[in-house]
């Protein structure tokens, strides 16, 4: 069964507009984590942002903010200002509890154009 | 933060031969790496587990005979595709956990290598 689901293929966006990334999953741990990733055509792997499902506040970095809904499992990913430089494959991703090993359950990602 | 890096970045190899890759921490000790495969257009699919001294652990439907695995050092884990075919091609991206980091993201990718069986 699909554990983390990104409903969005690809999204469009126009510079300086905020856009938002739709993820849900599926977990029965209590404790999991939920990362947001950027993957540019080069292949690597940028960390953008983490959410604990313990934590009270939904995170923010910079111009990436999680708007986090334990009760929905939803974890979207809002960009604010958008960049050219944003334009990427975006993957949602989830780490359940110790058990897993740490490793990370990834979405099918949504591909992100932003346009002048 | 954290580096681990990939070698090589891309490699075209005949079908039939062994492809080594290799995947370092360069400035942490990783107690895991886990590896993942990428085709086009498409998600990251984990492999397996490796834990350093130890067997790793393949995901179902990976084939350990085919993907070999080795974590001999704790910063070092190699995977060998093992008489690789066409549709072995891939974007193969290896990642490394940092125990000693405090906080949730102790988890580092590599750049990752392109794998292209002719």
């Known amino acids: 069964a699909q554990k983390i689901t990104q409903t969005q293929p690809g999204m469009f966006v126009q510079e300086k507009e905020a856009v938002t990334l739709d993820c849900t999953y599926d977990?029965?741990?209590?404790?999991?984590?939920l990362f947001w990733y950027k993957q540019p055509s080069s292949g690597e792997m940028i960390f953008l942002i983490y959410q604990g499902s313990y934590d009270q506040q939904n995170a923010t970095e910079g111009r990436y903010s999680l708007n986090f809904q334990k009760a929905r499992k939803s974890a979207n990913l809002v960009i604010s200002a958008s960049q050219l430089g944003d334009s990427a494959m975006y993957f949602c991703?989830?780490?359940?509890?110790?058990?897993?090993?740490?490793?990370?359950?990834f979405g099918k990602g949504t591909s992100l154009l932003v346009t002048p | 933060g954290a580096v681990v890096s990939q070698h090589p970045s891309w490699v075209i190899c005949k079908s039939g031969t062994s492809v080594k890759i290799e995947c370092r921490s360069l400035?942490?000790?990783?107690?895991?790496m886990f590896w993942y495969r990428q085709f086009p257009k498409q998600s990251l699919m984990l492999m397996a587990t490796s834990n350093e001294g130890s067997k790793a652990t393949y995901e179902q439907g990976v084939e350990k005979d085919k993907f070999l695995i080795n974590h001999a050092s704790l910063t070092l884990s190699t995977l060998t595709v093992t008489s690789a075919h066409p549709e072995d091609s891939s974007f193969y991206i290896c990642?490394?956990?940092?125990?000693?980091?405090?906080?949730?993201?102790?988890?580092?990718f590599g750049p990752g290598t392109r794998l292209t069986v002719l």
């Open positions: 400035d942490f000790q990783a107690t895991t």
């Open positions: 990642s490394a956990r940092d125990p000693g980091t405090s906080g949730y993201n102790e988890q580092f």
């Open positions: 991703a989830m780490r359940e509890g110790i058990n897993s090993g740490y490793a990370l359950n």
């Open positions: 977990t029965s741990d209590p404790s999991y984590g």
